[in-house]
């Protein structure tokens, strides 16, 4: 037995007019629920800090970047580092970084218990489109205002266990999971905004949404042997509905929490780590059974190539 | 619209001591209810002619070879591939292949519908075990009677769409229908004979398998925007269960026909390929959202390496 005490802090919405302090205090009140459920580790979702601003075209890089973090921790999300430290709880959250260098990600941390950040993990799979697209019924301008990540798809050492990172669209991909699977990943923590109706399919409602957010968690779960923290940012922001669905998966693929309201709100799960061993001696045990020699296409080519 | 209307033929249980033409006799009529519903093709299971041999061990190569054909269509198949060619339907069913210079596969076939063999596919991921394993309440020998296929995963330009094929526990392994994505593929057929308790795990009994068989089968075809057609051979051989669940699923991921018994019975849908488009073109453009310098490790590393 190895159990992680995992706190999946959903946030409701952020209006584009809130700041990122009252943000980190709705941060803080979840860490002291987590901290009273005895979790190890809180986990919130994509771009914690501000609304999911790629909904909004903008054209001035200076007002794109005042969605961005130089540093982290920085001013206005210290008090929430601090607090982690006191309470003894490592944390995960996302935000939109904004290098020395001038690059653009969007990305999340890991810290261990003591609030070090040991983990970065820059988004891969971004998804939408970087032109204002007059055909859709909302932007989704991901592509516009981050590059895809640069460090691929690590996995870290900590809190006992092997923990990944990935972020919102990066759990459609099976690559996303099977590339830390390879490494013996126990746990991928991810956070996510995604939008109540398709942009480019209005009957394509929340139920759908969430139908697909968990039949790719789930999958990733069960073909990889991990556990699976998805943790919504939710609720109607500036008119615009996002999709809850704040979950833990178990290495089986069972959903074994989930969230109930579009609200702050607290998931806790003890989740053992040793879990993920059945599934990753048998029925996945990938040296025994995967065959590389037919799978050149995943890493040859990027679309698709129809037969002659 | 490019309507392909697909009977997947369940097969119920093959008992140890039927003969390949009575079987063939139930696979014809099958066939007959697909003529009827105005099928263009039928879908059999994984080794349709005959019980599912590999939970036998057997140690002599002569028993062994008993239970494969060494041409097809041979002198028992024959009357099937008569019919279809009659029937004007194409066919696609699972046996136990051995060549001519001696090798062994798990392979399935694609007729066009002049009953002409126009696609052969070899099961690469093998499950189970090579020897006598005394810790299972049952065995599992695929890896004992099998090679690993040698021919990946081809897609056919057929029946006026793009069809793959794969077997069995094939349909677990994410990579399988990412190769075929890759190549455009709009319809996975395969058969499967998936044993209703896990032989290391007897807590897992039918309801766990359906669920992981249900959550592969959805997540690849969502995944990839595909239909995906699977068919069980179902029901008790020689006292060990196999589970049902044959189903058709859409490109959205959906269930949208199912077997009602663990007995021969035909499901029949009216597959749109048109409907593979939309994913195909959104948010499943691999074009547009896949990382390929990210995904290394899936070609290059069979096993898992665990991180420093």
Chains 1, 2 share one sequence.
């Not at 996303?176 to 699977?181: A, E, H, L, Q």
């Not at 833990?248 to 069972?254: H, K, Q, T, Y």
């Not at 109930?260 to 003890?270: G, K, P, T, Y």
Request: glycine fraction near 10%.
């Amino acid at each position: 037995m190895r159990q992680l005490v995992v706190g999946a802090a959903q946030l409701g919405p952020i209006q584009k007019a809130d700041n990122r302090a009252d943000v980190v205090g709705r941060m803080i009140r979840l860490l002291d629920d987590a901290e009273r459920a005895g979790c190890d580790l809180v986990v919130y979702p994509e771009l914690a800090l501000t609304t999911f601003f790629p909904r909004w075209y903008m054209d001035d890089q200076v007002d794109v970047d005042g969605w961005f973090e130089t540093d982290m921790p920085n001013d206005a999300t210290a008090p929430l580092f601090t607090r982690a430290r006191e309470a003894g709880v490592a944390l995960s959250f996302g935000y939109a970084e904004l290098t020395p260098d001038g690059h653009h990600f969007n990305t999340s941390i890991l810290t261990d218990k003591t609030g070090t950040i040991v983990g970065k993990y820059r988004k891969v799979h971004l998804p939408g489109h970087d032109q204002f697209d007059p055909d859709r019924t909302f932007q989704h301008l991901e592509k516009r205002y981050f590059e895809p990540g640069d460090l691929g798809f690590p996995v870290w050492n900590a809190l006992g266990g092997v923990i990944g990172m990935c972020i919102c669209n990066d759990r459609r991909w099976p690559e996303t999971y099977r590339v830390m699977g390879l490494q013996g990943v126990e746990m991928i923590v991810l956070g996510f905004n995604t939008p109540a109706v398709n942009s480019q399919k209005s009957e394509e409602g929340a139920e759908k949404r969430l139908f697909h957010h968990r039949l790719c968690l789930q999958s990733g779960a069960y073909q990889n042997s991990t556990w699976v923290v998805a943790v919504a940012k939710a609720g109607i922001e500036d008119g615009h509905p996002l999709i809850g669905g704040t979950m833990i998966v178990n290495p089986n693929g069972e959903i074994v929490a989930e969230s109930q309201s579009l609200e702050d709100e607290l998931v806790v799960h003890s989740c053992d780590l040793d879990d993920t061993q059945f599934g990753k001696r048998t029925i996945f045990d990938f040296a025994r059974h995967r065959r590389i020699e037919h799978y050149g296409l995943i890493t040859r080519q990027t679309g698709v190539k129809a037969p002659n």
